[in-house]
């Protein structure tokens, strides 16, 4: 496929054509469509894609690597996500400024508030609190920098991270996992037995597959954890195929309730699981036929939300703008929460996983 003609192209150049208000601060979002265009960069070889993320991160990491607008004292796991494409600026410019910056990084987490047994929490503000999110936003770069610099014992804290969000939030009735659970109780939305929250909100679970395939890469084959990690992604994997749309290929924003009044055909939560599937195919970390499921899906999203406008510019619809629980004001985590958040287009948290499903695709 000429490279003019991939979609993930056509979407990244789009991204750098336009103006985002993510970029103004170091945030999980700016960082997932960085990275995102990485794989463009490795897919294609052309370097503009590689300099627009090296000019990107430096409005951020200074000469002596300090990161401008980084709060570490929020203990938020979601600044983490933007940390992953320093180890490609740092391989291929050498520049110290960016392996300072993921120190920094690694000295969150170093010091990040846990669960009793060793979870992260989602953000200093949400105690006691493991969100599906969180695995995604710090695990892989975690296990990158465990790969390259850090301890091989790392990996277990590692593997841990991914272990207790199943053991915490799978439904053992239907194999899906709730978005968010709460060791102490106390939030309005846990479930004062278990602990997770009411749903089964798609990009959580979007999230999470995305950061199974990608800690994987860097997990050693041996290592103790590695062989439950792949069940644990085969187990989600087929229950999602369970629940996927027959005529669309695409997942619901709440995947287990169809078509419910006021529930929608979801493109972010759709790209995460294409990316995850078709990347687990490819690297053996599951069966080979889940690349049908994942072009089934990757087709619905480009028949029913991407458009292509006169300017050239590559449009994505049917992103949910945002989801969470508790905070102010009050997130309860109900059917009638989650399909009632705005429904929005080009929203990073759908454009980054829709590139980086596109280049998964192109190549299957």
Known sequence: MNNKDRLSVKTAETVMATESPYTKKWCYEHGLVLKALEKVWQATGEERYFDFIRTSTDKFVEPNGVINTYKPAEYNIDHINFGKVLFALFEKTGDARYRKAMDTLMQQLAAHPRTNEGGFWHKNIYPHQMWLDGIYMASPFYAEFTKKFGRIEDFDDIANQIILADRHMRDKGTGLLYHGWDESRSQKWSNP??????????RAMGWYAMAIVDVLDFMPEGHYSRDKILKIFNTMAEALLKYQ??????WYQLVDKGNSAGNYLETSATSMFVYALAKAARCGYADSSFKKAAMKAYEGIVMKYVVIDQQGLVNINGICKVAGLG???????SYEYYVNEPVVTNDYKGVGPFIMASVECENI
């Open 193 to 202: 037995d278990t602990g997770y929250s009411p749903n089964f909100w798609g």
């Open 245 to 250: 749309d027959k005529e669309t290929g695409m």
């Open 327 to 333: 905070g102010n004001p009050y997130r309860d985590g």
